[in-house]
C-alpha cells in the first residue's frame, strides 16, 4: 500500500469475523472512516487517505472477506448490511470511542454506508457522509417504484438506462460462475481493463488479493440487492449532513439515481466530476479536497458550503486561472467561477484591476482569489507565474487564456511592430498559458480543463480586421489541436468565439493608418456602437462555465457570432462578401 | 417657480437652507424607517413608512412617492418597463440589501434622496456603499471644471467600470444619473401622475421647454440633449451601482451656480448626510 509512514494496524473482531483496520494521522483530530467498494480492497483508498492524513485522523478497514479480513463461514447470509453495520459500529468503536466519524463511501462502500447512515442505531455515531458512486439500495428502490407506478417516457427511459448499466448485478446473481471468471482470467486481466477502460493509473493497485476479494464480494449482491429492491425501508432518512460525488461518467450509475434525494437527506451537498467510476485512483486531489472542505464545514456547525451561484456543485474549490482578468469578459468569467465557489487567480497587467477582480471575488463567493501582475506577452514573466501558482496556490484546474488587444485598420497601415504586438499578447500569451500551465495540468495526471478565447474574427473574415482576425484564427486552431492531443488525459479544451461584447477592448484597441486625433474619434464610436449593441460580458462568461461543463469544442457566443459560425460552413461565399464591406466607423 | 432660475446671491442662501431643510428631514426619514426594518417587511410597507413618517411632518406633495427595492431589486435586475419600479410585495430577509428613494415636498422645497443599506452585514453591498465615495467626488470635480454634462456621465461610466460594477442608473427614466429640482408651490391639493408631483413635472416640463429652446436639458442623461456644461440650478444626482444582484446608490442635491469661483461655482448642498459620515469614519 503507497501510503506515507506511520500506518498503524490493528484488528478488530466481531460477528465471527476479524477486521484488518489501518490508521494514518493524528488520533486527536477529527475522525474519517473510508469504506471501499466492490472488487476492491482498503488500498483503493491509499491515494487519497494520504492526502487527508495531515488533517485528519484516517482509518480504511478491509470489508468482511476483502483484502486481509477474514470471510464469514457460510457465506451465503454473511454480508447482509445489518452484519456491515455492526462491523462499522465495531470499528467506529475502536478508533474514535467518544467521538462521531465521519465516514466516506465509494461503489459498495458508499452502498452500505448509506444503510449506516439511514438506520437509528448510528444515530450520534456518524458526522457527516460523503458518497460516491454507490446508492442507498432502499432509496434505489423506491426509485425505481416510482418509475414503475407512473411510467412516463421520461421514467422509462431512465428506468432502462440504469437498467443496462447493471449488467454485472444480474451477471453476479448467477451462481458460482463469477467466482470462477474472477478466480480465473478476469482476476488475471483485470487490471489491464482498470487501465484501458476506467483510465486508473496502474502501480500496486489493484493488489494480489483482488480474486478472493472479487469472488467473496458476490454475496455483498446476492444478500442485499433483492431483498432491498423489492421491499425498500421506508425510514431510510439521513441523520448526518451529505455530500454526493456524482462521477458523470460512471459507466455503472446514472447521475438520475440521486434525483429527489432531498427528500431522504435534509442537508444534501451535491459535487459534481467529469471522470469515471473510479475517482478514490483517478481524482484523489479533488476528492481530499472536498473531503476535508465538508468535514471541516461541519465540524465548525455549519452545513454545506457558502457558494450557491450556477455550477457550484462543479467548481466548488477548484483553482481557476483567469488571464486578463482586469474587465470586461475575463472579470465577469472570473465572477462566474468565484460565485461558483471556485478559487480565482486574476491575472492581468494592470495590477489593480486585477486587484479589484480578486477583491470583489472573495465578496461573492471565492473561498480565495489572488491577482497577479503579469503581461501574458513576456515569456519569462508567464514561466515565473506559473512556477509561483503551482509553489502557492496549486496546479490549477481550469485555465482560461483571455487575455488579447483590438487591432483594426488595411492591411498595408499594419505595421510589422503592430503585427508583433498584437500576435505577443492574443496568440503566444496563449501559447504560453497552455504551454505552462497546461503542462502542469496534464502531469498531474488528474484532468481539467482549458478555454481559450478566440473570436468570431476567427471564422468571419474582414477587411477591417486582418491581424486580429488572423490572431484569433490562430488561436481557435490551437484550441482544436490542442483539444486533440489532451482529450487522453481527460483534459478538454474550448475555444469560445464571442462576437460584439460590451467590453472597454474597444477603447483600449489600435486603429492603424490614421493620426491619434482620427483614432481617438473611432475608439469612442466604437465604444458607442458596442454600447448600443449592450451585449454584457457576463452572457460570455455564462457560456464560459457551461462550455467546461459540457466540455465543448467551440462556442459561438452572441447570436452575430452563431450566424457567422453556421455561414462559415454552410455559406462562406456570403461571408466573403460581407468580409469586403467597410465597417462604418 | 420653474423656468431658469438663477438664484440672486442674496437670497440664496436663506433659498438654500430651505432646501437643506428638508433634504435633511427625508434622510432622517430614511434612517427611521431603516432601523425599523426588520425580516418579513414588505417593500410596500416600507413606502408606507417612509410616506407616513413624512406626512406626520408636514409633508403634502412630492416629487415623487417614496420608492423601497430589496434584494436584487437594489440593482434593477430585469427591469423593463418603468412600473417595475413601483415597490412590490417582495419580503426583506436577513443580509439583503435595501433602498429607501424618496422626494418629498416641504413648504414649497424639494428634496430627492436614496438611502442604501442591508439588513444585518453584506460585504459586496458595504463595498459598494464605500465604492460611490470616488463618484461623488468625480462628479462634484468634472462640474466645477464645467465639463459637458454628458462627457461627466461617461466618466462616471467608466470609473464603475474600472471598479467592477455596473451602471444602473442607466434603468432609470432617460437613463438619468441626475435631474433637476426646483421650489414647487404649495397648492391645497396635490395631486400625482404615476407617483410623480404634478406640480414638480410641470416645473420640469418647464424646464425642458426653456432648455430645448436654450440648448441645455434638466434631465442628465447618456444622450446628446445632455452635451451642454452644467446649468445652474439644483440638480438631484443619483449615482447608483450595481454587481451581480446588489445595488447601492446615494442620492443628494448638487447646487451649480454662474460663479466664476471654482467652488462656488459648484457645491453639495449639504455634507452632513449619512453616506458621508460613514466615508469620513471609515477613512
Given amino acids: 500500500m503507497t501510503v506515507p509512514d506511520g500506518v498503524r494496524e490493528r484488528w478488530v473482531r ?58 464469514p463461514s457460510p457465506l451465503r447470509g454473511g454480508f447482509t448490511l445489518e452484519k456491515l453495520t455492526d462491523d462499522f459500529l465495531a470499528v467506529a468503536d475502536a478508533v474514535s470511542p467518544d467521538r462521531p466519524v465521519h465516514l466516506v463511501g465509494h461503489d459498495w462502500g458508499s452502498v452500505q454506508s448509506w444503510e449506516f447512515v439511514t438506520v437509528k442505531r448510528t444515530e450520534g455515531r456518524i458526522a457527516s457522509f460523503t458518497s460516491m458512486s454507490g446508492p442507498s439500495l432502499d432509496h434505489f428502490g423506491h426509485w425505481i417504484n416510482k418509475r414503475l407506478r407512473r411510467p412516463t417516457p421520461r421514467r422509462v427511459g431512465q428506468l432502462l438506462g440504469q437498467g443496462a448499466k447493471s449488467w454485472y448485478v444480474y451477471l453476479l446473481h448467477t451462481p458460482v460462475l463469477p467466482e470462477l471468471a474472477w478466480r480465473g482470467p478476469l482476476g488475471r486481466r483485470w487490471p489491464g481493463i482498470l487501465e484501458r477502460v476506467e483510465k486508473v493509473p496502474g502501480g500496486d493497485y489493484p493488489t494480489s488479493s483482488l480474486p ?13 440487492v433483492r431483498p432491498r429492491l423489492r421491499r425498500p425501508r421506508e425510514d431510510a432518512y439521513a441523520h448526518a449532513p451529505v455530500q454526493l460525488v456524482t462521477p458523470l461518467g460512471d459507466a455503472f450509475l446514472s447521475e438520475r439515481l440521486y434525483d429527489g434525494l432531498e427528500l431522504w437527506v435534509p442537508h444534501l451537498t451535491r459535487r459534481t466530476l467529469p471522470a469515471k467510476h473510479w475517482v478514490p485512483r483517478t481524482r484523489p486531489d479533488r476528492l481530499a479536497d472536498w473531503i476535508t472542505e465538508f468535514v471541516t464545514a461541519t465540524e465548525d456547525g455549519r452545513s454545506g458550503t457558502a457558494a450557491n451561484g450556477k455550477h457550484a456543485d462543479r467548481f466548488g474549490g477548484q483553482l481557476v486561472l483567469v488571464t486578463g482578468a482586469g474587465n470586461g469578459i475575463g472579470r465577469a468569467t472570473a465572477f462566474a467561477f468565484a460565485e461558483a465557489g471556485a478559487r480565482v487567480v486574476a491575472v492581468d497587467r494592470d495590477a489593480e484591476a486585477a486587484a479589484r477582480t480578486a477583491e470583489l471575488s472573495r465578496l461573492i463567493g471565492a473561498p480565495d482569489a489572488w491577482a ?23 496546479v490549477v484546474d481550469v485555465l482560461v487564456n483571455n487575455a488579447g488587444i483590438g487591432l483594426s485598420g488595411s492591411f498595408f497601415d499594419t505595421t510589422p511592430e503592430d503585427w508583433k504586438k498584437v500576435l505577443d499578447v492574443n496568440l503566444w500569451g496563449v501559447i504560453h498559458g497552455c504551454r505552462l500551465f497546461g503542462r502542469q495540468m496534464a502531469e498531474r495526471g488528474q484532468g481539467g480543463h482549458i478555454v481559450n478565447t478566440a ?21 481557435l486552431m490551437l484550441s482544436e489541436c490542442l483539444r486533440a492531443e489532451l482529450a487522453d488525459q481527460g483534459i478538454g479544451v474550448t475555444a469560445i468565439c464571442p462576437g460584439l461584447v460590451n467590453t472597454n477592448i474597444t477603447s483600449t484597441a489600435h486603429f492603424v493608418g490614421m493620426d491619434a486625433e482620427e483614432e481617438k474619434r473611432r475608439q469612442q464610436r466604437t465604444a458607442r456602437l458596442y454600447g448600443a449593441r449592450n451585449y454584457p460580458p457576463e452572457k460570455v462568461a455564462d457560456a464560459v462555465l457551461e462550455a467546461v461543463v459540457h466540455n465543448r469544442a467551440v462556442v459561438p457566443v452572441t447570436p452575430e457570432a452563431r450566424g457567422a459560425h453556421l455561414m462559415s460552413r454552410f455559406a462562406p461565399r456570403v461571408l466573403r462578401r460581407l468580409a469586403r464591406v467597410n465597417p462604418p466607423l | 417657480m420653474g423656468g431658469t432660475t438663477t438664484v440672486p446671491a442674496a437670497g440664496l442662501r436663506t433659498e438654500l437652507r430651505g432646501f437643506r431643510e428638508v433634504q435633511r ?41 417614496p420608492f423601497a427595492w430589496f434584494g436584487d431589486r437594489t440593482a434593477f435586475a430585469g427591469f423593463r418597463v418603468p412600473l417595475q419600479f413601483f415597490p412590490t410585495n417582495r419580503r426583506l430577509e436577513p443580509g439583503m440589501p435595501f433602498i429607501l428613494d424618496m422626494a418629498p415636498v416641504h413648504r414649497g422645497f424639494t428634496a430627492d434622496i436614496g438611502y442604501s443599506g442591508a439588513l444585518g452585514p453584506n460585504p459586496v453591498q458595504q463595498r459598494l456603499a464605500a465604492d460611490l465615495a470616488a463618484h461623488r467626488e468625480l462628479i462634484l470635480r468634472e462640474v466645477r471644471e464645467r465639463r459637458p454634462l454628458r462627457e461627466i456621465y461617461e466618466d462616471v461610466d467608466r470609473l464603475m467600470v474600472r471598479q467592477g460594477c455596473a451602471n444602473r442608473h442607466r434603468a432609470y427614466p432617460f437613463g438619468v444619473i441626475a435631474h433637476k429640482v426646483d421650489r414647487v408651490r404649495e397648492r391645497r391639493l396635490s395631486p400625482r401622475l404615476f407617483g410623480f408631483g404634478t406640480q414638480s413635472l410641470k416645473g420640469l416640463a418647464g424646464d425642458a421647454l426653456h432648455g430645448h429652446r436654450e440648448g441645455w436639458s434638466p434631465l442628465w442623461s447618456p444622450y446628446r440633449f445632455s452635451d451642454h456644461p452644467p446649468h445652474p440650478g439644483l440638480w438631484a444626482v443619483e449615482p ?44
Avoid at chain 1, 212 to 224: I, K, P
Avoid at chain 1, 455 to 475: C, H
Avoid at chain 2, 261 to 277: G, I, K, M, Y
Fill in chain 1, 14 to 71: 466481531t460477528g465471527g469475523v476479524e477486521l484488518c483496520v489501518a490508521e494514518l494521522g493524528d488520533p486527536r483530530r477529527p475522525t474519517v472512516v473510508l469504506v471501499h467498494g466492490y472488487p476492491d480492497s482498503k488500498e483503493v483508498w491509499s491515494e487519497v487517505a494520504a492526502r487527508l492524513a495531515d488533517a485528519f485522523h484516517v482509518v480504511l478497514y478491509d470489508v468482511r472477506g476483502h483484502g486481509r479480513s477474514t470471510a
Fill in chain 1, 212 to 224: 478472493s476479494d472479487a469472488a467473496h464480494g458476490a454475496w455483498l449482491y446476492r444478500d442485499n
Fill in chain 1, 372 to 394: 497577479e501582475a503579469v503581461d501574458v506577452s513576456d515569456e519569462q514573466a508567464m514561466e515565473k507565474l506559473a512556477a509561483r501558482v503551482a509553489a502557492e496556490y496549486g
Fill in chain 1, 455 to 475: 473570436s468570431a474574427a476567427a471564422f468571419q473574415p474582414s477587411r477591417a480586421l486582418p491581424a486580429y482576425g488572423t490572431s484569433k484564427a490562430a488561436v
Fill in chain 2, 25 to 65: 428631514l427625508a434622510y432622517d426619514c430614511a434612517e427611521a424607517v431603516a432601523a425599523r426594518l426588520e425580516p418579513g417587511v414588505t417593500e410596500r410597507e416600507a413606502a408606507r413608512m417612509q410616506r407616513a413618517w413624512l406626512r406626520e411632518r408636514g409633508v403634502r406633495d412630492w416629487f415623487h412617492l
Fill in chain 2, 240 to 283: 447608483h451601482l450595481g454587481f451581480r444582484g446588489t445595488g447601492a446608490k446615494f442620492e443628494e442635491i448638487l447646487v451649480v451656480t454662474d460663479s466664476a469661483d471654482p467652488e462656488e461655482s459648484a457645491f453639495w448642498l449639504d455634507d452632513d448626510l449619512p453616506h458621508v459620515r460613514r466615508w469620513t469614519e471609515g477613512t
